[in-house]
Structures are given as structure tokens and as C-alpha cells.
């Protein structure tokens, strides 16, 4: 006896800890959550990492991260909507697959407080990569929503720490289906889809076996399986409905949960999103007013200075071009605008470099985004422009006048506002 009057626990025996008793919890429920997301997870890992190979050779994104740099190469100009696709599906689909990353936690949670601890050494590596997993996909979740809602209150870059964050996610991933799979095709095979679609609350039984994950007294069920399904199902739906309206512009006004996703006011044909304003990026309004403002030239064998009147006239040298391109955010929103202005490559032949290995742009933004390089390829491409309208009017301030770059299945961060200079560079 103990001072308190309370035996001991036998040695070996459970310690007290949480009681798990839901009927409905096993490993067909388990698995059947567990084959939506392989499925849905490898995309959305897939499309992001292919929108970090998208910033391009040259910049600072995703930052110092060793060996596991993206390689360098230009990501296709060709479809122009491709960088849209790709980062709307990792935006979108990320989100979407929330209510059923949680359900799936809800279902395995059983298996983490289990006694002992540590059975084996498989055991022990099973557990290990589980920690790994489920790590690595909430910082995930957590860090790209408030990305998404440009809350950065964790302190550090963003697109380095996602960045990591997906690498290691990946890796447990493998682990964890090269040793879970054959159980989830036992337990997937156990039960009818069908059947369990078809059964009401009255007819819900626990799983006659399943280890750790199947209550040892289950309590009385309190909802079905299908409902469980159901009430998942209609979480994802009831998140696409709120989101799609980033990519999908006809619906955008019921994109609440994307901050600049939904429509804003603006002048006529600049009615579409605005990431950082002229306001926050600290722009002279007398740097750019068009009576002031010219653009440098430079890279060949003298600098050549333009003024906006002379971009706008055309002419043989600098005709005026149109091209109907995607505007894309890293956030996931996207809108598809007509674009005027002069083609990139008609700059460059004036600069006396007609074919630039790339060409750097340099902003009137004082801050982080005032530079950025554009590869040889892209400023080549016919539909790249040096943008001064949008929709037939000029740009607004707040979207880059007097002029802002525009090339087609590009980052909207590298589409550069208020343009100061141009250095088409041949090596």
C-alpha cells in the first residue's frame, strides 16, 4: 500500500491515460480516409513543389536550403495558364483535403497513446516516421493558411520553412504507406463500401478486429459511418464552395476565405486582386507620375531611355502588342486579363541585346519585391510584355502604373510593378 492508500499498478500494466470508446472508429474507416489523401496529398506536393521550380533559376525563393535547391530551369511560358493550374490545385486542393487530414488524425488517434510505447524496432521506426507524418503535414496546413490570410506571425520566411516542411513530409509519407499499405488493402477488403453507404445508425457495429485503433468497450454509436463520411465529405465541399471563386472568376464573390481573393474596387478594367498596394510598397507618386517617369534601358552598349508617350506611340521599332495572359499569386487567386503594351523582346533588340540570356528588372518598390530576373526564354516569348493597359485602360496605380511586367506562367510576384529600368544581360 502507498501512503495514500492506493495499490500500486501492476508492473506492466496501462497507465491511466485517455479512453477511447466511439464505435465507428477501426481500420476500414481508417483506410478509406487514408486512400483519399494518397491520392490527394501526392498532388498537392507534386504542384508545389512545381511552383517553386517556377520562380526560377536566380532567385530567392525558396532561400538556402543545401541540397535539396530546386533545379534550375525555366518552367514552360507554354500553355500561359500552367503556373495557374498548379498553384490553384495546391492552393485549392490543400484546402479542400483539411476536413479529411483531421478525420483521419481523429481515426488513428487510439494508436498514439498505446502500451507500451514501443514494442520493437519496426515498431519503433513506425512510430517514429508517424511523428515525422503527422508533424510535418499540420505545420504544413498551418503555416500555408496563414500564408493564404498573409498572417505571418510565426517569424520566419515562409517559403524556405513550407519549403523544408514538404521535403520532410514527403519523406515520412513514403515510409508511411510502404508500411501501412498492405493493412489498408486488408482492412479496405474487410468491409463493402456499398454496404456501409447503406447501413443507418441503428444497424452501426464496431469491427470485430483492428488492434489498437478498435475501442476495447465502445460506448453506443452516436453516428454512422456514412454519416462520419458524410460529415467529411460536406467539409471539403463546403470549403471548395468558399474558394474556388479565387481561380473561378464568376464566382469569386464567394471566395471568403481568400482575403484577395474576392472582388475589389478599382478603376475601370482594374477590377481584379491586389496584393500590395502602392500605399504599402511605399511607391514616390512623384517617381511615377508620366510627365517624370522614364524607363532605362540598359545592357547594351548605351544606356537607352524611354518615356511613356514613346512606348505608347509604337511604331515600327516598338509596335504595341495584345495578349490575353493569367495573372497568378503564390496565395492560389488568379484572374485572366487583356494585356497592351510593348513585347519584351522588341525592348531588348532596342537595348542592342536582341537575344538576353535574362533580363532583371529593377521597381520603384523601396522594398523586397523591387527586383526580379526573367529568363532568356521568357523574355523572348511573343506575349511577354512590358504591360502599360489593362482591358483597354491604363493601369491603375495600385496595379503597377506606369508600366508593369506581364509574361505568360509566371508568379505574380515576379510580374513586376512600376518598372524603373530593364538590364537584358547576355550571360
Not at 503556373?83 to 498514439?112: C, D, E, M, N
Request: hydrophobic residues 45%.
Amino acid at each position: 500500500m502507498t501512503e495514500t492508500g492506493t495499490a500500486p499498478p501492476p508492473r506492466g500494466a496501462r497507465p491511466p491515460g485517455p479512453r477511447f470508446r466511439s464505435p465507428i472508429r477501426g481500420p476500414w474507416l481508417t483506410a478509406v480516409l487514408g486512400v483519399v489523401l494518397l491520392v490527394g496529398l501526392p498532388v498537392v506536393a507534386v504542384t508545389g513543389l512545381l511552383d517553386y521550380v517556377a520562380y526560377g533559376p536566380g532567385q530567392q525563393i525558396p532561400g538556402d536550403v543545401g541540397l535539396l535547391r530546386p533545379p534550375d530551369i525555366v518552367f514552360p511560358s507554354d500553355p500561359p495558364w500552367l503556373f495557374r493550374l498548379t498553384q490553384g490545385v495546391h492552393v485549392g486542393l490543400g484546402l479542400v483535403l483539411i476536413p479529411v487530414v483531421l478525420a483521419k488524425l481523429w481515426s488513428v488517434l487510439p494508436a498514439l497513446f498505446v502500451f507500451p510505447p514501443v514494442r520493437s524496432v519496426a515498431h519503433l521506426l513506425e512510430r517514429l516516421s508517424l511523428l515525422l507524418l503527422v508533424g510535418s503535414i499540420l505545420f504544413e496546413i498551418v503555416t500555408g493558411v496563414l500564408n493564404i490570410q498573409y498572417d505571418y506571425v510565426f517569424g520566419f520566411s515562409f517559403y524556405t520553412a513550407h519549403y523544408l516542411g514538404a521535403w520532410v513530409f514527403m519523406a515520412a509519407f513514403a515510409v508511411h504507406v510502404v508500411l501501412k499499405l498492405p493493412a489498408a488493402v486488408r482492412a479496405l477488403r474487410s468491409r463493402s463500401l456499398r454496404a456501409e453507404l447503406r447501413t443507418p445508425l441503428s444497424r452501426t457495429r464496431p469491427e470485430e478486429t483492428g488492434g489498437d485503433l478498435v475501442a476495447e468497450r465502445p460506448a453506443a454509436p452516436t453516428m454512422s459511418r456514412r454519416g462520419a463520411l458524410a460529415v467529411v465529405g460536406g467539409g471539403s465541399l463546403l470549403i471548395a464552395a468558399l474558394t474556388v471563386g479565387q481561380t473561378v472568376e464568376p464566382l469569386r464573390p464567394l471566395a471568403f476565405l481568400l482575403p484577395r481573393g474576392r472582388v475589389p474596387d478599382g478603376p475601370p478594367g482594374n477590377d481584379f486582386p491586389i496584393n500590395r498596394t502602392a500605399a504599402a510598397a511605399g511607391i514616390d507618386r512623384s517617381a511615377v507620375d508620366p510627365e517624370v517617369w522614364r524607363l532605362e534601358l540598359v545592357g547594351g552598349p548605351a544606356p537607352f531611355v524611354l518615356d511613356r508617350a514613346r512606348l505608347l506611340d509604337g511604331g515600327a521599332e516598338l509596335p504595341l502588342h495584345t495578349a490575353t495572359l493569367p495573372l497568378a499569386c503564390v496565395e492560389g487567386w488568379s484572374a485572366v486579363r487583356t494585356w497592351t503594351g510593348v513585347r519584351l523582346r522588341d525592348l531588348a533588340a532596342l537595348a542592342g541585346v536582341p537575344t538576353p540570356a535574362s533580363a532583371v528588372v529593377t521597381s520603384f518598390d523601396p522594398g523586397g519585391f523591387g527586383r526580379a530576373a526573367v529568363p532568356g526564354a521568357r523574355v523572348l516569348h511573343p506575349d511577354s510584355l512590358l504591360a502599360l493597359r489593362v482591358d483597354g485602360h491604363d493601369l491603375s496605380l495600385d496595379h503597377g502604373f506606369p508600366a508593369r511586367i506581364i509574361t505568360p506562367s509566371t508568379p505574380g510576384v515576379h510580374c513586376t510593378k512600376w518598372v524603373r529600368s530593364i538590364d537584358f544581360r547576355e550571360a
